[in-house]
């Protein structure tokens, strides 16, 4: 890889950028001795779970073990789709039909309840539809992004369109790729405005909001009522519900956390750049990630003046500040026009990946559970939040498709992804053979 010395600009920061207008919140407030409701994680699950909650009269607190907002929703990239990723990623191999339907449907309708519960409810979380460019990363990728394409449209109802690798500098201003596909309906929000947007919701509808609670394995006691134990204190509940994703710890759900891998990204944002530039790099604005199995994705930040850049840069976890310099060499293998620019934020997050790619929802470790968005969570953990609320409350007509008896642990693992560097090695050498021939 070649040195970068100088890509740090002067007020470079090892912090999100989306923290400079959503910053997470501490509350030391004593914690309650009771509730009705305990929700362990601060992320969008969370706590529209536990908006809903209230509002329908239960008296409910949030806890996290970190600063309310810390986790993965406020470090995402903040791209907003609905089915994509179980109608192209596989996971509906072998699915039944009838809940093949199902999880799809459920899947799109997490995205309309999305932007329905931006606007009916005034949340400041500048979210735009602009589309999403998928980049071909061989020639043979481009006839695999067409046939998905072609799956995604039927199932979904998306309007897709092809590029080819003649015509893609209509949809990125790189030649990088082999073509790619374009999703009209898909498009991106400010993880950290929006997630200011629902603690301030929450707190409106009366949700006790408290950071530094680390929970402990929740125990059942005689009376059938549970209690939560914390680094601050102990909660007795009927009901625990468990939003941690990424960050779930087999010391507080051991049994959830066999289920679910936390597999580190990180991203890079750009110094301001010139509006005539950063048109040029992606036009109109469109959200961008591509075929890789070690994917990349990228996009303009919501005030439209600088370049965000994901990825996850090797094989083993590294710091910050060392993937901001795979990550720019990255970035200017795709823009070349881009060396020289300056980096002002890195930063890294966690996402929770599941054996058959699929989101869960049930009830494990004396706790109602949501975890699993496979990368893919800012309207699939909300919506999610919002049907277990709904599933404590007995407002369901039928069960959310995602919540299913089977939820398969990953085989000879205790919480710790020991096996993550092998597997990603392994997808990074397939990316080489897979360009090398194309």
Known sequence: MPRFDDIYAPDFKEKPYWWEVGEPETNMDPLPTRADVVVIGSGYAGLNAATHLARAGRDVVVIDGDRIGEGGSTRSGGMVSSGQKLVVGGALTGVDPELMSRLIGESNESFDYLKTLIDTEGLDAG?????????AHSSANF??????????????????????????REAIGSDYYHGGMVV?????????????????????????????????????????EKMVPTARGEIRTPHVITATNGYTGADATPSVARRVVPVKSYQIATEPLPADLLAELIPNARMVSDTRRDLIYTRPSPDGTRLLFGSRPGAFDMSDKAAAKRLYARMITIWPQLRGTKITH?????????????????????????????????????????????????????PSAFDRDKFMPVPFYNGKPWFVPVVAGWYRLRDFLERSRG
């Open 127 to 135: 979210l735009s539809v602009t589309g999403r460019f998928f980049g």
């Open 143 to 168: 006839e695999t992004l067409k046939h998905h394409g072609a799956l995604l449209a039927d199932k979904t109802g998306v309007k897709v369109h092809f590029l080819d690798r003649d015509h893609q």
């Open 184 to 224: 009209d309906d898909y498009g991106g929000l400010h993880p950290g405005m929006y997630h200011k947007a629902l603690r301030e919701r929450a707190k409106a509808a009366g949700v006790a909001l408290r950071s530094h609670a680390r929970a402990g394995v929740v125990r059942e006691l005689d009376n059938g």
């Open 346 to 398: 890195v930063w890294s997050g966690r996402v929770a990946m599941t054996v058959d790619k699929i989101a869960h929802l049930g009830d494990r470790d004396q706790t109602s559970f949501a975890v699993g968005c496979n990368g893919n969570g800012v309207a699939l953990m909300t919506y999610l939040g919002y049907q277990t609320a709904r599933k404590i409350l007995g407002e369901q007509n039928q």
